[in-house]
T-cell receptor, first 118, second 113 residues
Framework: AQKVTQAQTEISVVEKEDVTLDCVYETRDTTYYLFWYKQPPSGELVFLIRRNSFDEQNEISGRYSWNFQKSTSSFNFTITASQVVDSAVYFCALSEAGTTDSWGKLQFGAGTQVVVTP | NAGVMQNPRHLVRRRGQEARLRCSPVKGHSHVYWYRQLPEEGLKFMVYLQKENIIDESGMPKERFSAEFPKEGPSILRIQQVVRGDSAAYFC???????????FGSGTRLTVV
């Protein structure tokens, strides 16, 4: 079963528009971590944020912000005033406590391609 | 800058050859994870290793694939008798402990011709 769902396959915006990427997760664990990664065209994976299940505070980092809502099992990501350099695939991921051995293993969503045009 | 180092960045192998992918974790990190990104697919967990031990290999194909993380030296992901379907990007990540957070390498792009 898909644990992390990123329903948006691709989002196209014009520079300076805001863009919100949806992420819905599924877990029975009470302790878990959620992540967002960026994969630019060059292919590397760039860590953006890690949030644990006990911290529902929203977070802002520059033009990036994250909205974590346990009630809807969502961890959405917004890029404000998008720029061409934001063009990338963005992945949401879940790490469940589960067994001792599974802790740390990431389950990724399918990714959302963001295309920002000038 | 001692991030996770993966080499080679690009690897081309003919069908039937062996592919060896190397991953040097961040200094002091004893947990290593391998992931595979097949074309048009997301990232899938393959294996989790600690020094000299395989902890979780639930994502590894049953045949031809193996991984090790020796006491000294890098972690190695080995693919024997490669087939075209093995063409993918292989990412390694390391962490200090399981809950601390990940650092990913830049990946190895394997192309099987």
């Amino acid at each position: 079963a898909q644990k992390v769902t990123q329903a948006q396959t691709e989002i196209s915006v014009v520079e300076k528009e805001d863009v919100t990427l949806d992420c819905v997760y599924e877990t029975r664990d009470t302790t878990y971590y959620l992540f967002w990664y960026k994969q630019p065209p060059s292919g590397e994976l760039v860590f953006l944020i890690r949030r644990n299940s006990f911290d529902e505070q929203n977070e802002i980092s520059g033009r990036y912000s994250w909205n974590f809502q346990k009630s809807t099992s969502s961890f959405n990501f917004t890029i404000t005033a998008s720029q061409v350099v934001d063009s990338a695939v963005y992945f949401c991921a879940l790490s469940e406590a589960g067994t001792t051995d599974s802790w740390g293993k990431l389950q990724f969503g399918a990714g959302t391609q963001v295309v920002v045009t000038p | 800058n001692a991030g996770v180092m993966q080499n080679p960045r690009h690897l081309v192998r003919r069908r039937g050859q062996e592919a060896r992918l190397r991953c040097s974790p961040v200094k002091g990190h004893s947990h290593v994870y391998w992931y595979r990104q097949l074309p048009e697919e997301g990232l899938k967990f393959m294996v989790y290793l600690q020094k000299e031990n395989i902890i979780d290999e639930s994502g590894m194909p049953k045949e031809r694939f193996s991984a090790e993380f020796p006491k000294e030296g890098p972690s190695i992901l080995r693919i024997q008798q490669v087939v075209r379907g093995d063409s993918a990007a292989y990412f390694c990540a390391s962490s200090r402990d399981k809950s601390y957070g990940y650092t990913f390498g830049s990946g190895t792009r394997l192309t099987v011709v």
